[in-house]
C-alpha cells in the first residue's frame, strides 16, 4: 500500500512561517502528480497547491505569494512552505497524490484520507495559526 508521510506542521503566531513536509518511500515524486489539500472542521476539502511531474505549479487564491510547493533535490520529498501565516490558514494539511478529489466533493479530507479517494494520502499534520 502507498504510504505518505506528513511532518512540519505545528502552532505559530499570525505573521509566521512554517515548511510542511512529505515523503515516501513507494514511488517517485518527480515521476508523479502532488498537492495539499487542508481541512477546517465544516468546510469542504480545500486544494491549496499541487506540483506536477514537469514541475508546473499551482495556488490556490487565498495562498497565492505566500505559500511555495516545492520537490526536494536530493530526496524524495515535497514540501510546502508557508509564509506569512494568517489565522484562517489554520486546518489540517494533507498531502496527497493526485488527481485529487473533484471540486465541490462533499466529503472532509478526512474520510477521502480514511479511504484513499480520488488518490492517496497521509495521515494530516496540523497547522494553527493564532492572532
Known amino acids: 500500500e502507498l504510504q505518505l508521510v506528513e511532518s512540519g506542521g505545528g502552532s505559530v503566531q499570525a505573521g509566521g512561517s512554517l515548511r510542511l513536509s512529505c515523503t515516501t518511500s513507494?514511488?517517485?515524486?518527480?515521476?508523479?502528480?502532488m498537492g495539499w489539500y487542508r481541512q477546517v472542521p465544516g468546510k469542504e476539502c480545500e486544494l491549496v497547491s499541487t506540483?506536477?511531474?514537469?514541475?508546473?505549479?499551482y495556488y490556490a487564491h487565498s495562498v497565492q505569494g505566500r505559500f511555495k510547493i516545492s520537490h526536494a533535490n536530493d530526496e524524495n520529498t515535497i514540501y510546502l512552505q508557508m509564509d506569512n501565516l494568517k489565522p484562517e490558514d489554520t486546518a489540517m494539511y494533507y498531502c496527497?497524490?493526485?488527481?485529487?478529489?473533484?471540486?465541490?466533493?462533499?466529503?472532509?479530507?478526512?474520510?477521502?484520507?480514511?479511504?484513499?479517494?480520488?488518490?492517496?494520502w497521509g495521515q494530516g499534520t496540523q497547522v494553527t495559526v493564532s492572532s
Open positions: 506540483i506536477n511531474s514537469d514541475g508546473s505549479t
Open positions: 496527497t497524490k493526485l488527481p485529487g478529489p473533484p471540486p465541490g466533493t462533499p466529503y472532509s479530507c478526512t474520510v477521502l484520507a480514511a479511504d484513499n479517494a480520488f488518490g492517496y
Open positions: 513507494k514511488f517517485s515524486f518527480h515521476e508523479s502528480d
